[in-house]
């Protein structure tokens, strides 16, 4: 179970000097590879989907969302991450679960350029063409009524 939001608020603030140090080395660690990034969005439920209606937990901030890979509908947060090849988590961002993983893209790749590859959850041409302004060539899997592109 949760904790509730004023013992989860301190608890984050008491990481924040930690989670600064591990960037700040993960950083100097990851210098000189590649510049291929992954991309996913992952559900973070506060509660049951049917209490929804009725938790006080991060009401006005949490929002009802839909796993397409679980096939079904949540209450709670989408979790946004970008990971290098090697798996070193590179930025992570928390949205209410109604924002897209799209959207909500722009904010955790800006500042990175290169390959970033995602699931299917990240098609669209202009989505695209917005990020290769980026600096940021997207590559997903296509939907099997799709046909590949020849230049992607």
């Not at 009401?59 to 209450?75: D, L, R, V």
Request: net charge positive; glycine share 10%.
């Amino acid at each position: 179970m949760l904790p509730s939001q004023s013992q989860l608020s301190k608890q984050i603030d008491g990481l924040w000097p930690v989670l600064g140090t591990l960037q700040r080395q993960q950083r100097s660690f990851t210098l000189g590879l590649s510049n291929t990034n992954l991309i996913d969005g992952f559900p973070v439920a506060t509660c049951r989907y049917a209490r929804a209606t009725r938790a006080k937990s991060f009401k006005g901030e949490a929002w009802f969302g839909y796993c397409a890979s679980q096939k079904e509908h949540y209450f709670g947060f989408t979790g946004h991450l970008v990971t290098t090849e090697h798996g070193f988590i590179v930025r992570c961002i928390m949205t209410p679960a109604n924002i897209s993983e799209r959207d909500a893209s722009f904010e955790v790749l800006q500042g990175l350029n290169g390959l970033c590859i995602g699931d299917k959850g990240y098609l669209g041409e202009e989505y695209w063409k917005a990020l290769y302004h980026m600096g940021i060539f997207m590559k997903t899997p296509y939907r099997s009524n799709m046909k590949p592109d020849p230049i992607r």
